[in-house]
């Protein structure tokens, strides 16, 4: 027989959901130990150390509210000293990434970050002592002076004390705004930068610095839970205490599929080798999906989900409505699941008066600790005794604590209606989990900070350096600089087809080709070639050559390749723009074929007079990658392609030597064709994901996509797709069929593009 009890309880599937997994993946295990055979060995610049002295300095100021016993602090103050510590911070972190991409290790990366972290933590701690002895310092010269004033003394004595009592959190305030400073320089400053060159799992969240238990000694402390996330009881036999509440939730979604059974993402799988993977630090399988917070409003957000039906409704499409409709009843069973578990467990009634005791609680806390205040709202036989201590600490204080706003709290908790408590169990999950995730976050980051040595001593810094045991972070001005020689160049050549009979007919027409070609061609490529590092070699009418050098030992140059990448899209869109403007005024339109070669030496220089003319095979090659055979131009002349090259060859594999020249056939109109040499060093250059790409004829595309950075600071992305080179009859053309050998192509089709930001 069903039960029919159990049946309706039964949790529901989450695997439509979109579910996200959290993950930390870090370590510093592969850095050399510092002179203690114990610690690594990191140096920031002092000129950072004093920037963040200053901003820690006028922030304790400000967060301690003695702004009046300093002259010097002003709100202008404040804000630039922040500006200089985002430059700064910039500065040493982006140091850390370039030293990373130079010497192919992430964890150069991290031990930036996780340095600069322990300096401000470090910081903070000497800051507020040195308040304090200043402060003391303030009434002892103060009660010295002639101009003694009782009045002004008490004032200073009162401040003091305040400080004091206080120092948890001037301290955690202090903290929490200046690694706000931090995670805003990660995420708006070197997000793109760090997404460029490593992988996504090499890339620490941006959340992960925004911890507010890194700034306490006591990470269950009621005014830190209450402030930055929700109150909950630390005794044991309580039941909202932080193990008990983390074991229910852990408890009712193992009943799901969460963790076991794949989600519309993909990355749920079952098999032991994946369930290696999604373990939590303290070994948790449910912990990444419970750590992505979004995850939480994906599962439980009934509410969110019936808005967003309701503006769909008579707009989108069936299947959408279906999908919405669908994922709401999901949401909402399994947060009633939730909600008749906790009211059974009596814990409900204590969630709610959590969040309806924040309008409040600063009123009576202190004196009052929070879980006090919370008993008055939900336990009437503690209130007596409660009343009896707000009463003494108030006649003591000299306040009056108005019993009012409890009573009307107390109502309001009462009156609560289900939907009001829904809404307050939402947040308690994602305040609580929130708490877990910095909870963990916190202990990972301490254990890292604990194992670096922030060299300071001269005499431990001559050591370690003499050894080559440490690790440094200068800023750009203090890096010494020098040429360095050229090990690597990359070689761009844009053919202009067509350019004799455009010229013919425009001079037919009485037009200026002169003209033309520069307006079109040469004057926007030469606005735009400096911000990819690039230089002229050679130009004439129908031809035009580039290239980009690679220095020894400097991050720029490690973009060599990637950026002559994006230097070629932007030529193609650059002709693609004119040339509409071209057709409206009937006028001819320009077809390009470009070529994109690197090689790991030098070129060579030959001199004619003052004119310095550059010798390169890469030159060659880039010629021939740039071509287009005339017979394949008539072959693919009327066909709409979404790519714009294809090479072929015509002899057989075994009759092609590896050392022979390339001689293959190319169709390439307004192509874009990389050697795979250039793109073994792409690949090396900039993190590449691999898409697959389904063609009208349902055949899969191999393409690969990253972001490369240009010197401006912005942000371009790149796509290339690797395909085989074809065989054919030498005298009909007809495709046999593939070969090993493989080509690349820069794609330029915007429709690619949305393809892989919609699926990157």
Not at 188 to 195: D, H, P, T, Y
Not at 463 to 477: A, D, G, Q, T, V
Not at 690 to 718: A, C, D, F, H, W
Not at 725 to 739: C, F, R, S
Request: with cysteine; net charge neutral; hydrophobic share 35%.
């Amino acid at each position: 027989m069903i039960n029919f009890l159990s049946f309706f309880s039964k949790p529901p599937s989450l695997k439509q959901l979109p579910l996200k997994r959290y993950l930390i993946k870090f370590s510093l295990d592969r850095l050399v130990l510092g002179v203690d055979n114990i610690h690594i060995d990191a140096r920031i610049s002092p000129q950072v150390h004093t920037v963040v002295k200053r901003a820690v300095s006028v922030s304790m100021i400000k967060h301690s509210r003695s702004e009046i016993f300093f002259d010097n602090d002003k709100k202008e103050r404040r804000e630039n000293e922040k500006i200089a510590l985002k430059h700064v911070c910039t500065e040493v972190l982006q140091e850390g990434i370039n030293k990373a991409k130079s010497e192919s290790e992430v964890q150069i990366d991290f031990l930036g970050q996780f340095s600069l972290a322990k300096m401000f933590l470090e910081e903070i701690q000497s800051e507020y002592r040195k308040m304090i002895t200043n402060f003391e310092i303030f009434i002892r010269d103060f009660e010295l002076s002639r101009r003694y004033d009782q009045h002004e003394w008490l004032k200073m004595k009162e401040k003091l004390s305040e400080i004091k009592q206080n120092q948890k959190r001037i301290v955690r305030l202090v903290g929490e705004e200046l690694f706000q400073v931090l995670a805003d320089v990660h995420a708006k400053n070197l997000k793109n930068i760090r997404e460029s060159n490593f992988p996504s799992e090499n890339i620490l969240p941006d959340n992960f610095f925004i911890n507010p238990t890194l700034h306490t000694d006591n990470v269950a402390d009621d005014f830190l839970l209450m402030d930055a996330y929700v109150l909950l009881s630390q005794r044991s036999d309580e039941p909202d205490n932080y193990r008990r509440l983390k074991s229910i939730i852990d408890d009712l979604l193992s009943e799901t599929d969460l963790g076991r059974e794949s989600t519309a993402d993909g990355e749920h799988e079952t098999g032991e080798t994946k369930q290696a993977d999604i373990l939590s630090a303290d070994g948790n399988a449910l912990d990444p999906w419970l750590m992505e917070i979004d995850n939480i409003d994906l599962m439980f957000n009934c509410f969110d989900s019936e808005e967003q039906y309701k503006k769909a409704k008579g707009k989108e499409s069936k299947n959408i409505l279906l999908e919405l409709k669908s994922r709401m009843k999901i949401q909402e069973k399994l947060l009633n699941l939730f909600y008749n578990k906790l009211n059974k467990s009596n814990l409900l009634e204590l969630i709610v008066a959590a969040y309806e005791m924040k309008s409040v609680y600063s009123s009576y806390c202190p004196p009052l600790r929070p879980v006090q205040l919370r008993e008055y709202l939900v336990k009437p036989g503690s209130r007596k005794s409660i009343v009896r201590e707000l009463k003494r600490r108030g006649s003591s204080a000299g306040d009056n604590f108005s019993l009012a706003p409890l009573d009307e709290t107390i109502r309001r908790i009462k009156s609560s209606s289900s939907r009001e408590k829904k809404e307050h169990l939402l947040s308690f999950l994602k305040d609580f989990l929130r708490y877990h995730r910095d909870l963990g976050n916190g202990r990972l980051l301490k254990h890292a900070m604990d194992a670096i040595n922030l060299v300071k001593d001269e005499k431990t810094l001559l050591l370690s350096k003499k050894n080559r045991l440490l690790y440094e972070f200068p800023l750009p001005e203090e890096r010494v600089k020098e040429e360095k020689p050229i090990i690597g160049h990359v070689i761009i050549k844009a053919d202009i087809r067509g350019s004799v009979g455009i010229t013919h007919t425009m001079r037919v027409r009485g037009l200026n080709p002169a003209s033309y070609f520069s307006l079109n061609f040469f004057d926007p490529i030469s606005e735009i070639v400096s911000d990819y590092n690039a230089s002229k070699e050679f130009i004439e009418g129908d031809a035009i050559i580039l290239s980009i050098f690679e220095n020894e030992d400097t991050a720029q140059g490690g973009y060599s390749v990637a950026r002559a990448c994006g230097l070629a899209v932007n030529m193609l869109q650059i002709v693609r723009q004119y040339n509409v403007k071209n057709q409206k005024h009937d006028l001819p339109i320009l077809e390009l074929g470009i070529g994109i070669c690197y090689k790991k030496s030098p070129p060579a220089y030959l001199f004619d007079g003052d004119s310095r003319i550059m010798i390169s095979q890469a030159i060659n090659l880039a010629d021939r990658l740039s071509g287009c055979d005339k017979r394949l131009r008539k072959r693919f002349k009327n066909q709409d392609r979404m790519f714009n090259l294809v090479v072929f060859q015509n002899v057989r594999d075994e009759d092609v030597e590896p050392t022979a020249d390339d001689l293959s056939l190319r169709y390439n109109v307004n192509g874009i064709e990389l050697d795979p040499e250039g793109f073994a060093k792409l690949s090396r250059e900039i993190n590449l994901k691999i898409i697959e790409y389904p063609t009208e004829n349902n055949e899969m595309v191999t393409l690969y996509t990253g972001k490369v950075p240009t010197l401006s600071g912005k942000y371009q992305r790149l796509v290339i797709r690797e395909a085989a080179v074809l065989e054919v009859k030498p005298d009909t053309m007809d495709v046999i069929g593939p070969t090993a050998r493989k080509y690349y192509e820069v794609c330029t089709e915007p429709a690619i593009y949305e393809f892989i930001d919609n699926h990157a």
